[in-house]
């Protein structure tokens, strides 16, 4: 951003637009000042975060596949994205709702994508569930230690890269091999994943996106509450 541009003197569309610059260019204080412009002027958070801060982070996807950007400057634009990220954090997950159910999610082994499984993670606190969140590359006896110790409704994998993806098979086979498959409702997501993919793991669903994570979600969470009240 040009040093002598006020943010403040932007209508909206221009100021989305060159939040999409700045988060493109990596400029965090820039980003969190916009995102605080925009909900001071009423935006809802979920709005500031699709239409500003997932589709500019889209549009820097777009030149790194194309070979016009690189790791260090997709990086940089990733906590740029983070810091308007934390600003709507506390903002999505306040429903004050009871919680619906409880979700353990995580990026699997070898993989340190995260920015689509916070998303994931804000988006479901936002829709009145517990997530306990475990980070980045996550062997099988992380997710094992987390499901023992939470106990959580649905288990989530991220996985961003093929190489990735397979691994995703290893925690479900192994929560079969131990028994407890069938107790929880495994979700699985990232943009290299699709429906077979997800079926030929052996996972509840696949999700391509925060949305559709959170319906799923919730369609899953109402069988159970189904299932218990017809067994009670
Ligand atoms: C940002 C980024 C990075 C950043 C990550 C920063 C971070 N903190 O996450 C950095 C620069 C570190 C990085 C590194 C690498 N990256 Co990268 N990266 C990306 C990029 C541009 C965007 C990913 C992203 O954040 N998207 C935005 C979010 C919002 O979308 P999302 O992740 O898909 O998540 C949504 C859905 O998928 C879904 N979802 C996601 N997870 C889950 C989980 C559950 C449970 C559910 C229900 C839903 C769900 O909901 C999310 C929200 O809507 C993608 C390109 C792309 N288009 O995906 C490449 C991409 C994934 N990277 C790629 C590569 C190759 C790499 C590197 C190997 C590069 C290198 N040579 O070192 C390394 C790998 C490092 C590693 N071991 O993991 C390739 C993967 C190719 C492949 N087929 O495997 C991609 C596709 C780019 C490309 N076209 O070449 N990368």
């Known amino acids: 951003m040009a040093d002598d541009l006020d943010l403040n003197t932007l209508g909206d569309e221009e100021l989305v637009a060159q939040m999409h610059d700045d988060l493109y260019d990596g400029l965090k204080t820039e980003i ?3 995102v605080h412009i925009l909900l001071n002027r009423g935006w809802t958070p979920y709005d ?8 500019g982070m889209r549009i820097v ?10 790791v260090p400057e997709v990086l940089m634009s990733a906590n740029a994205m983070k810091g308007g990220m934390s600003i709507l954090r506390p903002l999505l997950a ?18 340190i994508h995260d920015i689509g499984k916070n998303l994931v993670g804000m988006m479901m606190e936002g829709a009145g569930f517990e997530v306990i969140d475990l980070g980045i590359n996550n062997g099988v006896e992380k997710y094992l230690a987390a499901i023992e110790e939470h106990r959580p409704d649905i288990v989530g994998m991220s996985a961003l890269l093929t190489t990735t993806m397979p691994y995703m098979k290893v925690v479900i ?13 495994v979700l699985v997501g990232g943009a290299p994943l699709n429906e ?14 925060a949305a559709v994570a959170v319906e799923t979600a919730k369609a899953f969470m109402a069988k ?3 299932a218990t009240a017809s067994r009670a």
């Not at 077979?196 to 996106?209: E, H, K, L, T, V």
Request: hydrophobic share 40%.
């Open 224 to 226: 159970r509450h189904a």
């Open 94 to 111: 306040e429903t004050g709702a009871p919680k619906v159910g409880k979700m353990v999610i995580g990026t699997v082994k070898g993989d």
């Open 173 to 185: 086979d192994t929560m079969k091999e131990k028994g407890i498959r069938d107790d929880y409702v």
């Open 48 to 55: 500031v975060l699709t239409q500003a801060l997932v589709e």
């Open 61 to 70: 996807g777009l030149d790194f596949r194309d070979g016009i950007l690189f």
């Open 32 to 34: 969190e000042d916009a």
């Open 196 to 209: 077979a993919f997800a079926n030929s793991i052996g996972a509840d669903a696949y999700c391509r996106d």
